[in-house]
């Protein structure tokens, strides 16, 4: 099922030269309107009408969150105040917040990109969405939001927080589709247990699921916790918010909306493409936006794309799941790790909850780091010996998984904190 089947299935030639024309047109608009890239343009010697071609896109200069922050608030809007009609503002976990705009037509173009994504998830009119992403600055919650009244669905804007309320509405409304972080899915279904209510009392059968970083193995998981097919979707604020990309019922990796966005996947330490198929940086230029055009943002995000077409008959590329950030890689020991390597092994573990919680120090020269993990119920009755065991096969999947060796604690289920929004999986206690 396609939104925009003319669009979303169109000729890859075609595509390559709507794709140019629209590049063409936002460098015009970044150039004369934006001094902050006319700056940057002039010192490189470059003008709009030397971009003749998509290969040319790789001589503009990149744009970076600092960029953004240098700007902060308006400094890089294309249009004046009066034609803005949102104003969102991604809060990061550091430094002053990145704050984008969106003109009347950016917001009808928002709205068609995530209906997309939400009729390639399984949602049609006939559904009815709760959003349990927070209503705010945040683009997740409006972003869906407009996109699935778009469709015709009937929406509850149930907002974050509040999870046997939110359940409650789930029942008693009769919601099919949740659109929510995959980490508050998993509470969700967790609350629900607790409640005592089971998957049959409910009507869900969808889950759209982004912001944050997840698993196949977590996907089965919520799957089975909430009885329904679950696709992951990607995006960010200083892009658009949701609706750069998202995954078909095939869930073969994420459809990229390329007739508003061209996506290159960069070495983030040489900063040149890396052979298609390999995993680099998402670099992402817009080419329709009219209020917050962005030119080749570095968005630290590691992904690849995916060649061939999908038996859904999408033709656009897709993208791998998003595994980390750049920046979300930790050194520990010298070595790099990310969060998600820590994810998959812990869930390879029969006996382990799904919730976890890196927590690093620094000892003398020495870094240290702890896995906290929540262990079910019928671990913590048994005797010493069982999660003994338990620690010990951890600590040693994790071992060859990261091949560094960490600590490894058991802890009761629902000791580390939930969040209703993005999960905090790391603790950084060293003053690097
Ligand atoms: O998280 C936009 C969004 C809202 C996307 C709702 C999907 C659903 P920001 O708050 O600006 O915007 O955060 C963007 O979140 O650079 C990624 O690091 C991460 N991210 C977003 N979607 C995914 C995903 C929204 N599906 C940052 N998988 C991005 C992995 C994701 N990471």
């Not at 078909?248 to 330490?269: A, K, M, S, T, Y």
């Not at 998984?401 to 289920?413: A, H, N, Q, R």
Request: aromatic share 6%; charged share 25%; hydrophobic share 35%.
């Amino acid at each position: 099922m396609h939104w925009e089947p003319d669009k979303e299935c169109m000729d890859l030639e075609e595509l390559e030269q709507l794709q140019l024309e629209q590049l063409q047109s936002t460098l015009n608009r970044v150039y004369s309107h934006v001094p902050f890239y006319r700056k940057k343009f002039d010192a490189l010697g470059i003008t709009p009408e030397d971009v003749g071609s998509l290969d040319d896109l790789a001589r503009l200069p990149f744009t970076t969150k600092a960029d953004l922050r240098d700007n902060y608030p308006y400094g890089l809007f294309a249009v004046p105040m009066r034609e803005v009609v949102r104003i969102h503002a991604s809060s990061g976990t550091t430094g002053a917040p990145t704050v984008v705009g969106y003109t009347r037509n950016d917001i009808r173009t928002w709205s068609n990109l995530v209906a997309r994504i939400l009729t390639a998830g399984g949602v049609t009119k006939d559904d009815v969405v709760q959003i349990a992403f927070g209503y705010g600055l945040f683009t997740g919650a409006f972003g869906l939001h407009y996109g699935a009244e778009r469709i015709g669905a009937s929406v509850i804007p149930a907002s974050s927080g509040n999870t046997t309320r939110q359940i409650q509405i789930m029942k008693d409304f009769k919601t099919t589709a949740l659109v929510s972080t995959p980490s508050y899915a998993l509470l969700v279904g967790e609350t629900m247990q607790e409640m005592g209510i089971p998957v049959s009392a409910l009507s869900l059968r969808y889950g759209l699921f982004g912001a944050e970083p997840w698993s196949d193995a977590m996907r089965q998981e919520i799957e089975g916790r909430l009885g329904i097919v679950a696709t992951d979707n990607y995006g960010l604020s200083e892009v658009i918010g949701p609706g750069v990309s998202g995954e078909c019922q095939e869930r073969q990796g994420l459809h990229i909306n390329e007739d508003h966005f061209l996506v290159e996947v960069i070495d983030p330490e040489k900063l040149r493409p890396v052979p298609p198929g390999e995993t680099g940086e998402l670099v992402i230029t817009s080419l329709t936006k009219e209020a917050f055009p962005m030119v080749r943002y570095r968005t630290h995000d590691l992904s690849s794309l995916l060649p061939g077409p999908c038996p859904c008959g999408r033709t656009g590329r897709r993208m791998s799941r998003v595994t980390g950030r750049t920046d979300d890689m930790l050194i520990i020991k010298g070595v790099n790790v990310f969060p998600s390597q820590i994810e998959r092994v812990l869930f390879e573990i029969e006996g382990t909850e799904p919730h976890y919680q890196i927590v690093i120090e620094r000892k003398g020269a020495m870094d240290e780091a702890t896995v906290m993990v929540e262990a079910g119920e019928s671990i913590f009755f048994d005797q010493m010996r069982r999660q003994r065991e338990m620690v010990d096969t951890i600590r040693k999947r994790l071992a060859h998984e990261l091949g560094i060796s960490v600590d490894v604690k058991l802890v009761e289920k629902k000791t580390l904190g939930r969040s209703e929004g993005k999960a905090k999986r790391v603790i950084d206690n060293r003053k690097l």
